[in-house]
C-alpha cells in the first residue's frame, strides 16, 4: 500500500482557484489509479476525479467538469486536483484514495487514503 497525504486546501471565495496535492510515499505509485473524492458536512463521501496510470484515463463527476482537472506526475509520486471557478457547493473535506487496478468510482475499490484537507467557499 501507499501512504498518501493531502495539501492545499483552505478558504476561498466563490470563483477562486485552488490547487490541491497529494504525495504518496511507498513503491510503484504509477501503477497505481488515484482519485480525490469529497464529503460535504452531512453527506455521504463523493468521488470528485480519478486517474489511471495512463494519465489519457481519467474520471471526472458531472458537477465538476469543465472546472476541475485531475493530473499525476508519477516522477514526484504526487497527484494533483486544480480546481477551478469554485462554488460554495464544492466546500467540503477532500480526500486523496489509490488503488492497484482500473480506475473505478467506488470508494470500496481504494485501500489507502489520506487523512483529508478542508476546503471551504464563502460566497
Known amino acids: 500500500q501507499v501512504q498518501l497525504l493531502e495539501s492545499g486546501g483552505g478558504l476561498v471565495q466563490a470563483g477562486g482557484s485552488l490547487r490541491l496535492s497529494c504525495a504518496a510515499s511507498?513503491?510503484?505509485?504509477?501503477?497505481?489509479?488515484m482519485a480525490w473524492f469529497r464529503q460535504p458536512p452531512g453527506k455521504e463521501r463523493e468521488i470528485v476525479a480519478a486517474?489511471?496510470?495512463?494519465?489519457?484515463?481519467?474520471y471526472y463527476a458531472d458537477s465538476v467538469k469543465g472546472r476541475f482537472t485531475i493530473s499525476r506526475d508519477n516522477a514526484k509520486n504526487t497527484v494533483y486536483l486544480q480546481m477551478n471557478v469554485l462554488k460554495p457547493e464544492d466546500a467540503a473535506v477532500y480526500y486523496c484514495?489509490?488503488?492497484?487496478?482500473?480506475?473505478?468510482?467506488?470508494?470500496?475499490?481504494?485501500?489507502?487514503w489520506g487523512q483529508g484537507t478542508q476546503v471551504t467557499v464563502s460566497s
Open positions: 484514495a489509490a488503488r492497484q487496478g482500473p480506475l473505478t468510482t467506488t470508494s470500496n475499490d481504494y485501500i489507502s
Open positions: 511507498g513503491r510503484a505509485f504509477g501503477s497505481y489509479t
Open positions: 486517474i489511471y496510470w495512463r494519465v489519457t484515463d481519467t
